[in-house]
T-cell receptor
Framework: DAKTTQPNSMESNEEEPVHLPCNHS???????IHWYRQLPSQGPEYVIH???SNVNNRMASLAIAEDRKSSTLILHRATLRDAAVYYC??????????FGTGTSLTVIP | DAGVIQSPRHEVTEMGQEVTLRCKPI?????LFWYRQTMMRGLELLIY????????DSGMPEDRFSAKMPNASFSTLKIQPSEPRDSAVYFC?????????????FGDGTRLSIL
């Protein structure tokens, strides 16, 4: 069973920021929060991950709630190439990934 | 650097035939994962290996499925006999072991169609 809940779909205008939410109310203290995205006809691609603190990398930012029961992936300026399914995943100490159904992001030119 | 390499990219075969999917992980990675993706069930973990040893195969659907990792640079997923409901995209991923913070790197998948 998926441990994360995400909206099925979201839309964004090109060049605007996108905030993709994820709820993970049953997260345990040692679970890492990972985000992946999957472009059409490709395998999932790692985006970012974090444990407690907010994280930034060249692709995105990850904002983690203080109680860790939710997180938000932030794409600062959406491009057409960012159109994909975004998965919020918890990874436990047993090395298991739990993929949910993801959010399908549409970027409008 | 080469990523995870899967072969074949596409496979079409008739039910009852044996199917073998192949995966070459990223050099230096010591964890390997096999996933299956369908529209109905999304991405499902089938099995994963640490240091060539199967750790958890609870996701393998039934005895028709088997996976091996004879060395650190090669793994196979075999279906024998194949059935139409096995049609899916099969992904292989690899990562460094040693922590739940390690990202997984996925191949481009094998699209399998069983007629």
């Amino acid at each position: 069973d998926a441990k994360t809940t995400q909206p099925n779909s979201m839309e964004s205008n090109e060049e605007e920021p996108v905030h993709l939410p994820c709820n993970h109310s049953t997260i345990s203290g040692t679970d890492y929060i990972h985000w992946y995205r999957q472009l059409p006809s490709q395998g999932p691609e790692y985006v970012i991950h974090g444990l407690t603190s907010n994280v930034n990398n060249r692709m995105a930012s990850l904002a983690i709630a203080e109680d860790r029961k939710s997180s938000t992936l932030i794409l600062h300026r959406a491009t057409l190439r960012d159109a994909a399914v975004y998965y919020c995943i918890l990874r436990d100490a047993g090395n298991q990934f739990y993929f949910g159904t993801g959010t399908s992001l549409t970027v409008i030119p | 650097d080469a990523g995870v390499i899967q072969s074949p990219r596409h496979e079409v075969t008739e039910m009852g035939q044996e199917v073998t999917l192949r995966c070459k992980p990223i050099s230096g990675h010591n964890s390997l994962f096999w996933y299956r993706q369908t529209m109905m069930r999304g991405l499902e973990l089938l099995i994963y290996f640490n240091n060539n040893v199967p750790i958890d195969d609870s996701g393998m659907p039934e005895d028709r499925f088997s996976a091996k990792m004879p060395n650190a640079s090669f793994s196979t997923l075999k279906i024998q006999p194949s059935e139409p409901r096995d049609s899916a995209v099969y992904f292989c991923a690899s990562s460094l072991a040693g922590g739940s913070y390690q990202p997984q790197h996925f191949g481009d998948g094998t699209r399998l169609s069983i007629l």
